[in-house]
Each structure stands twice: as C-alpha cells, then as structure tokens.
C-alpha cells in the first residue's frame, strides 16, 4: 500500500511540475499569437483590431502572469481549455482535439500495438532458432530499420507507393476530401487505404525495436535451468517455447509496451507532418507554428498526462507482477 | 497558398521529377481563359468547382466574416462589399451591393446608393440599414475594425436615409476607398443585432452564414466545405456554377497533384517546376500569376548599422544585382523581375517610369559602377563588407533567390550571409529592426503602387529601432515622402500617378528597399470543363482563390462547358 502511496505522490508532483512547464515554456518562444495573426493576414489588418479580437477569444498578454497561471492550472482540470487564438481563432480546443484524437489512436495506436505484437513473436521465433537463417538476416535488417528516420522512410514510401506507382496509395491526408463520413464500405476502405502508407511507416520503424529486445530475452530465458528441465522431461518444443521462455521472456517487454503506448497520443509528429495526417501530433506542430498558446497547453497537458497515468499502470502491473518490487519499497 | 511547407513540396516535387524525367515536355503557356473574346454572356446553369488552396488546417466551419483567421472562407461567395475594385485590372470597378457612390468635394463625406431588389439568403430584405449597421457595428467593437476605418482612416460616422448611405471622414479619405468599399463584407443587420452574434460579435461563431452572395455555405465538415449556387441571388440567373468544393488541403504537395491531375481547377499554389509538374500535364492547364508586390532586401538605414546606412553601399548592391537571374533561378521564372523604381510592372505599368530607371543607371546590372560604389565607402573585393541577411526557414524559393544574390554580390566585394530564421523569430527582428539586411516583401496589396510605397516608405509606418515598425521595416525617414504621400489623398487620377513617379524618383535616389522579384497571385486554372478565368488580357479580378472578395467574382464569370449543351 505505501508502495502505490509513493507512486501517486510522485505522479501528483511530476503532473504539476509538468503542467508548470506546459505554461511557461511557450510564453518563452519568440513571438507572440498576435505576431502570427498579423503574418497570417499578410500584415493587412489593424494590429489594434487583432489585439482586441485575440483579448476577446481569451489572449490577455496584459493580464498578471501568476493570475493567468493559477486561471490555467484550474482550467487543465475542469476541462474549460477555451478556444484556438492559432489558426483555427475562435474554434474550441476540445472540439479540435475531439476530431484529431481519434484519427491519432487509430492511426498510431493500431500501428504502435501491430509493431509490438509483430515484433514479439518474430523475436520469439529468432530467439528459439539461434543462429538459423531467421535468425541470420533478420536482426541486422532490423538494427538498420529501428535507426532509420521516421519521416525518410516515409518520404521513401511516398516515392515508392504513391508517386512510382502513380498514386496507387494516398500519400497524405486521413481521406479523400470528397467522401462524407459514415459507416459505408467505400469510406472505412478509403480511410484504411489512407492509414496504410503512414502505418507502415511507424510499424518499419518500430518492430525492430521488439524484435531485438524479444529475441535478446528469449535468448537469456532460453539459458534458464527450467527450460533445459522443460526440455529433460520431454515436453514438446512449441509448449517450451511459447509457455515456458516467451512467457518470462515477455515481461520487459510489457513494460516498455505500456511506456510506449503513452507516447501513441503525442502521435508520430513526424509522420503526422509528412502524411498530413490530422492527429494530435500535426496540431502541435500547427500550434507552435502559430503561437497558439492555450492549443499548446491543453496538447502539452494530454502528452503529459498520457505518459504519466501508463508509466503509473505500469507501475502497478509490475508491483503485481513481481512481489520484489512491493519488498523492495 | 503557403510557402512556408515548400521544403516537403520540394522534396516532393523533386521525387516527382526524378520519377517523371524524360518525359517532360516544354509547353507554351499563353494565359488565354478559353472562352471566346467577350462572351461574358449568360451561360446554362451547370457544374463544379474544385480549389485548391492550402490553408495547413482542417475547416473550423465558423464562417464570422470579421474573424481574420476564417473571414477566407466567408468573405466573397457569401458576403458581398459594397464595390469591387480589381487591384491587377486598373483600379476597375464593379458595382455590388451599392449601385453607385460619390465623394463630397473635399473628399471627406462618401455617398453610396444602396442596390434595391437583393435578398440575404434567409430570405429577408437587405437595405442602406444593414450596411451602416455593419460600419456601426465596428465603431461599436474595435476587434471588428480589421482596416481601422474609425481609426486610422478617420471615419467619424455612418448613417442610412432611404437607400443612401453616408459616410464622414475627418479627413480626404479616397486611399480608403478600396478597403471601405472592396474589402469590408455587409453583414445582416437581423443577425447581428440578435442573440450571441450582438453580444459577441467578435467571437461569434456563425456556423450557418446568411448572406447575399452568390453562394451558400451547403454543408461542411473539417475535410471539405461545399457551396451550392444561391437561387435567390439578386444577378438573375448568376451564378452558373452550382457547386464549389473547398477542401482542406494541410500541404502544397496534396494540392498540388490534385491540380495537376484536373481533380482541382483552381488552384493558388506555389508549384515548384511548374512547366513539367503542372503545365505539361494537360493541354487545358493553365497559370496567370499576375505580380502585385516587391521582394526584395530592407536595407537597415538606421545610423546604428554603419555599413546598409551608406547610400553608396545600398547603390551597390542595387547596381550588382542581375534581377532576371534571380526571377529565374530563386523563382524559376515564376516571379517576375522587379525594379529599383519600386513600381510592380506589368500590373501598374501607367506609374512606371523607364526613363527615370535608365537614367539612374539600375536599368541593368551595372558590376563596375557597383565596385567604384563600394569601393568609395572603403570595401573592395579585397577587403570584403561582411553582411548578413535574414530570410525565413523553409521560404525555399526566396533561398534559391538569395543564393543568386550572394553570388551577384561576392566579386563586387560584399561577403553575404544568409541566415534563415523561424518566422516568429524573423518577424520579431523585422519589426524592432534588429537586422542589417532582411528579405522580405510588404504584404498588403492595392490597386495602385501608392498603397506599396506607402507601407515601405511612410515614417508614420516606421519606429526606433527596438520598437515595432508596422510596415517602414527599413527605417526611412524622407519629409519630402511623407509630404508626396500625404498629398495623394486628394489628388486627382493624374496627379496620383505623377505622385507615385515622384515616390519612384526616392525609391531610385535613397535606395531605401532594393527589390529584386515580384510577389505574385499564385493562380493556375484548368479549361477542360470550366471557362472563363481571369486573364491578363481580362483581369477582371484578383486571380487567387485566397484573394477575398475577388474569389466572388470569379465565381460570377465561371461557367461549365458540358452545362451549356
């Protein structure tokens, strides 16, 4: 109990320390919302006119900064997150992320847990046949894959799939502009044929990540003394491999999992750009394009939050998991 | 129309190449709209309009014209101004919702006759009512008044009798005539005075616009707005078109395939090779982008920055720059040419002045009449000026451009340094002028070379260095300027263009700014189906999709070649 005690104590402290930075790290950015409202326009307005217009959407550069701090905090937890003063002015900020959210854990989320499922069991198999051909080719493909850029690959997907091949996949946007949404076979199949070049652009650059630390794993469970009891007594390889070594085996892995679907909200930024995906990840960019502070704050805060509560489940998992770590607290 | 993602679209584009090369082909382009000389005439109602405009954002679906981050989308297809000017067609003047207009004498009182017989689209009575309604209105909230009419432009009051509307100036007020008159939209005054629109007309949210435009927003969603042809428009049988399709387009190169596979028909884009990726695709493809506004170096004039506050070192650099080869190479011949005179040609060729250009010597690159210039402020290709000019991170073409320039600059004995910033970071040290040398353009555009200058050479527009300069970037101080720029306001047509020919004669004189291409009206049009785009031969408007409301009237002269079988 002191044990999960601490580890709240500790998610409450980073959450605020988090949410402080959140507030302060983009007034430090040069520039200001109405620097980037005046370039928007093409300097054409008035600036007094902008001003007004901004103070009137919430932008209150006047304001005390400790009042505007304390305004912010209570308003990350109420959910009163405003509106855009970036370039969407005037649209409220939940319904902007409502509408990337989605788009950003289908995308993201089903690529992320595609990597690690894909991942495990092929570092599972390379593990088991040490040294077979599988072995052989895979892991130094996958050392160069795991290092190689998010956004080269998916410039190079883009050449190869969409402009090669005459845009035989879409390489930008989450659909074609001109379908409506709704639960018809025409729009979820333009939606997937949209996810696949952006997908697989995470799925290369994440699986060899799995597949290495799976097949190390496995290769040190395989080491155990009660798999070469397993294997003593007879039993049948694939129950050894999968009940025996790929179950122990799998335990750091999980928790790296668990990390890493709390980066899945915080989008592959880079891929967002390059495919144009309207996630979370291209509204930050879009956000920090345009000063837009309270866009940036309530995208911080999620990314933060996102992080924190995994790190924390997976705190809890482990403390499950593993009487050790209960002793040791 | 943004450039600031052109580092994909070039990445892009130059995948693109690499893929298509050996196919391309050279394509004449002569900007002809296809319909047949004069044939403005009424067409068959009938077909679609695609654009394609990044805009780097999905639709908010908020459509409050007074909102400068959405007015693009409101503006034009469903509020209407007053009259239009056509800034690239010689000032020319199409009546809208006002019939006819006349100054007082002293140019300080402006009447407008309000047209009778138009609807807003909900289908009440539009009257003079609504339109001082709408100037009241940004009296009342300052956030409205984006053109600081009650402001700077000295409006002192707005009042309706019968269909006659009155405005009062403190002051000769024509300049203003284009933004009063072109760039406001009239709103209804039954939406405006009622619920969350009058108690928030700043931050009002309008997801169903009433207007009287020829277009009603028809459904929209963050992927795409959809117009359809208002049947109630007060042009009778206008518009042809029936449906527009704006998608939401986050990025050049998205855009740019939809135009050039014909997906999209009017496009506002920077289109990097624009001849093989775009021109050479299909015989019906087309680009017009007429110039508006210079780019070019601002010099730092301010006497703390010892080397650009020389005149004899400015005239260097305007004397060595060979302005073809940086159109050519920075623009790829997309961007014109610009000139020391500061006047764009060929869209204000009346306020051009050759004569004067020649005879200041900037006619053409002049390399050993820059030396000796520089040389007399004590540099030479031996002992080097050391320069640094800003320009903006991912502004591609304006980095192609400056290559150009530093190689133009390095045998006459200038050492240039390009430093690309972020915009925020670039626009903070162009507005305190904490630069020697920056590359920019003014944005604001009008329909004369007077509305440039002034933003470029007015001292009012200026400030110390360390405070923000709203548009005199460079820090020019010239009474006899000021004076020129002030008389404007009241002279007569003739006058104005001996005005500009005399802020021309300063531009070549002070060397304030050295421009070197022009800014152009991104515009590419296709003629497979849908006829009658603007063209140099008629610029009947501001060719961009993203020019409000001049969108509006493209869309009144567009028409569909299948409807009119």
């Known amino acids: 109990m002191r044990y999960v005690l601490r580890r709240l104590g500790f998610f409450a402290l980073t959450l605020w320390a988090a949410l402080t930075i959140n507030f302060f790290l983009p007034r430090f950015m040069p520039g200001s919302p109405l620097q980037a409202l005046r370039a928007r326009t093409y300097n054409k307005l008035s600036p007094a006119a902008l001003e007004e217009m901004l103070t009137s959407f919430g932008y209150k550069p006047h304001e005390n900064v400790g009042v505007q701090y304390l305004d912010y905090l209570g308003h990350m937890f109420t959910g009163n997150w405003g509106v855009s003063i970036g370039s969407a002015l005037g649209q409220p900020i939940t319904q902007i992320v409502g509408q990337a959210l989605p788009w950003t854990l289908g995308l993201v989320g089903v690529a992320t847990v595609l990597a690690f499922v894909a991942g495990t069991v092929i570092g599972v198999v390379a593990g088991w046949r040490r040294g077979g051909t599988l072995d052989a080719i895979l892991p130094s493909v996958f050392v160069v894959t795991s290092a190689l850029p998010y956004f080269w690959v998916g410039l190079l997907l883009i050449l190869v799939f969409s402009v090669w091949t005459g845009g035989w996949l879409p390489s930008d946007f989450n659909y074609d502009s001109n379908l409506q949404p709704g639960f018809n076979p025409e729009f979820i199949g333009n939606v997937l044929r949209h996810a696949v070049l952006p997908g697989l652009t995470i799925f290369i650059t994440a699986v060899g990540g799995w597949v290495l630390t799976m097949r190390n794993n496995m290769i040190t469970t395989l080491a155990e003394d009660y798999i070469r009891m397993g294997r003593a007594k007879g039993l049948a390889n694939r129950k050894i491999m999968y009940q025996y070594a790929a179950r122990n085996a799998f335990l750091p892995n999980l928790s790296g999992f668990a990390m890493s679907l709390g980066f899945v909200i915080s989008g592959a930024i880079l891929v967002e750009y390059v495919f144009n995906y309207p996630g979370l990840g291209y509204l930050l960019y879009n956000a920090v394009q345009n000063t837009d502070y309270p866009m940036m704050q309530v995208l911080f805060m999620l990314f933060t939050v996102a992080v924190l509560v995994s790190v924390l489940l997976c705190d809890f998992a482990t403390a499950w998991l593993d009487p050790r770590s209960r002793a040791k607290g | ?565």
């Open chain 2, 1 to 565: 129309m943004r450039l600031r993602k052109s580092l994909i679209a070039v990445l892009a584009a130059g995948l693109v190449l690499s893929a298509c090369s050996g196919k391309s082909t050279s394509s004449t382009t002569t900007a002809t709209g296809g319909n047949a000389t004069g044939t403005d005439g009424p067409h068959k109602p009938g077909g679609t309009v695609t654009i394609a405009n990044t805009t780097g954002q999905t639709w908010p679906c908020q459509f409050n014209p007074f909102n400068p981050a959405q007015n693009q989308e409101a503006l034009g297809f469903v509020y209407e101004p007053l009259v239009h000017v056509s800034v690239v067609g010689d000032s020319k003047e199409t009546p809208m919702l006002a019939t006819a207009y006349k100054w007082s004498a002293d140019l300080k009182s402006l009447v407008f006759t309000i047209r009778d017989g138009v609807k807003w689209s909900d289908g009440q009575a539009f009257s003079a009512d609504d339109v001082a309604y709408t100037f009241n209105l940004m009296k009342e909230h300052p956030a409205l008044d984006l053109f600081a009419l009650w402001t700077g432009a000295g409006l002192t009051g707005v009042t309706a009798a019968g269909n006659q509307v009155t405005m009062t100036f403190s002051k000769p007020a024509k300049p203003y005539f284009y933004n009063v008159a072109d760039q406001v939209g009239i709103v209804p005054k039954h939406i405006f005075s009622t619920g969350a629109a009058a108690a928030k007309p700043d931050t009002f949210t309008n997801p169903k616009p009433i207007g009287t435009g020829p277009f009603l927003m028809g459904t929209c969603g963050p992927n795409n707005i959809e117009y359809t042809a208002n049947p109630t428009y007060w042009q009778a049988g206008k518009p042809y078109i029936q449906k527009i399709e704006y998608p939401a387009y986050l990025d050049n190169a998205p855009a740019n395939n939809d135009l050039a596979s014909g997906k999209a028909q009017w496009g506002g884009q920077f289109i990097p090779n624009i001849k093989s990726f775009y021109l050479a695709k299909s015989q019906d493809n087309h680009t017009w982008s007429p110039p508006l506004l210079n780019v070019g170096l601002f010099p730092n004039l301010d006497p703390s920055h010892a080397a650009t506050s020389k005149l004899a070192v400015r005239q260097a650099i305007a004397a060595a720059l060979d302005r073809n080869q940086i159109a050519l190479i920075g623009e790829g011949g997309q961007q014109p040419a610009a000139n020391q005179t500061g006047v764009v040609i060929p869209t204000f060729q009346k306020y051009f002045d050759q004569a004067a250009l020649t005879s200041a010597g900037y006619d053409k690159p002049n390399a050993d009449k820059a030396k000796q210039l520089l040389a007399s402020a004590g540099y030479s290709p031996s002992n080097p000026l050391k320069l640094t000019v800003i320009s903006i991170t991912g502004y591609t073409d304006w980095d192609a451009s400056l290559a150009v320039v530093k190689q133009q600059l390095q045998p006459i004995g200038i050492d240039l340094t390009v430093d690309d910033l972020a915009q925020q970071t670039f626009l903070n040290k162009l507005y305190t002028g904490d630069f020697d040398l920056a590359y920019y353009s003014e944005q604001n555009s009008g329909p004369s070379p007077y509305y440039e200058l002034r933003q470029l050479l007015y001292s009012k527009n200026s400030a110390p260095i360390g405070k923000n300069a709203s548009s005199n970037f460079e820090r020019y101080h010239n009474d006899q300027a000021d004076q020129l720029l002030d008389q404007y306001a009241t002279a007569d047509d003739a006058t104005q263009v001996s005005i500009v020919k005399q802020l021309s004669a300063l531009m070549l004189q002070d060397v304030p700014m050295i421009p070197t291409t022009g800014s152009v009206d991104w515009f590419q049009y296709n003629t497979s189906d849908i006829l009658g785009w603007p063209t140099p031969d008629n610029p009947y408007a501001e060719p961009s999709p993203y020019k409000i409301p001049d969108n509006e009237q493209v869309m009144l002269h567009l028409y569909s070649k299948a409807a009119q079988k």
